[in-house]
């Protein structure tokens, strides 16, 4: 059993697999991600766009009384926006269907 100095293990193969680990395992839940899709996240809707444009999506959906907020992400290559109250999932990605044409 490795020695543990403020909660980190001093055996650094075992920390750097775990690491490893960790990181393919957000990277592939990042890739998994389809822009402008409408997907349920912990009781609301959230939509992820390509970086940059979420700010011109919100416009779009608030034209059409859609209240959502613009996130950015930790990976930069896509902004989330978090819907507020309750939108019917069908109807919003219809709309953001028809803005991503």
């Given at each position: 059993?490795?020695?543990?100095r403020r909660?980190?293990?001093?055996?650094?193969?075992?920390c750097?697999r775990?690491?490893?680990?960790?990181l393919?395992e957000?990277?592939?839940?990042?890739q998994?991600?389809?822009?402008?899709?409408?997907?349920?996240?912990?009781?609301?809707?959230?939509?992820h766009?390509?970086?940059?444009?979420?700010?011109?999506l919100r416009?779009?959906l608030e034209?059409h009384?859609?209240?959502l907020k613009?996130?950015?992400t930790a990976?930069?290559?896509?902004?989330?926006l978090?819907?507020?109250?309750?939108?019917d999932?069908?109807?919003?990605?219809a709309?953001v269907d028809q803005?991503?044409?």
């Amino acid at each position: 059993m490795p020695r543990l100095r403020r909660g980190v293990p001093q055996d650094g193969r075992r920390c750097r697999r775990l690491i490893s680990k960790r990181l393919e395992e957000f990277t592939i839940q990042a890739q998994d991600v389809e822009e402008l899709k409408v997907y349920p996240a912990g009781g609301q809707l959230v939509v992820h766009v390509p970086g940059g444009r979420g700010e011109e999506l919100r416009l779009h959906l608030e034209s059409h009384g859609v209240r959502l907020k613009v996130s950015p992400t930790a990976q930069r290559t896509f902004e989330r926006l978090e819907v507020e109250g309750d939108v019917d999932p069908e109807t919003l990605q219809a709309i953001v269907d028809q803005w991503g044409r």
